[in-house]
Nanobody, 122 residues
Framework: EVALVESGGGLVQAGGSLRLTCVASKFTFENYNMGWFRQALGKEREGVSCISSSDGSAYYTEVVKGRFTISSDNTKNTVHLQMNSLKPDDTAFYYC???????????????WGQGAQVTVSS
């Protein structure tokens, strides 16, 4: 059974940083685009970032560009999301996901984890 396990969430003040880590198991990691989406209380799911399995290109939703950085390590089946200059609007549950495509307007997900809470105080 595919497993994606996130860690690194927490409470941080506005302007601070957090680094999310996702460890994947029981699927061929390098065959999937990996990404992160988030969902805030009462809001719809929002794609945050993804990294292409074909060429390593990274994509970001507009509101996090310049602040978030995605990276992956195929040798460790791991993907990270470095989040800097955090804002209260970034508060949400963040989910690691395996995606059929990356860099298109469609944020779709084949598998995702249990999520990690990120709370940014003002």
């Amino acid at each position: 059974e595919v497993a994606l396990v996130e860690s690194g969430g927490g409470l941080v003040q506005a302007g601070g940083s957090l680094r999310l880590t996702c460890v994947a198991s029981k699927f061929t990691f390098e065959n999937y685009n990996m990404g992160w989406f988030r969902q805030a209380l009462g809001k719809e799911r929002e794609g945050v970032s993804c990294i292409s399995s074909s060429d390593g290109s990274a994509y970001y939703t507009e509101v996090v560009k310049g602040r978030f950085t995605i990276s992956s390590d195929n040798t460790k089946n791991t993907v990270h999301l470095q989040m800097n200059s955090l804002k209260p609007d970034d508060t949400a549950f963040y989910y690691c996901a395996a995606m059929p495509s990356c860099g298109t307007s469609d944020w779709e997900y084949d598998y995702w984890g249990q999520g990690a809470q990120v709370t940014v105080s003002s």
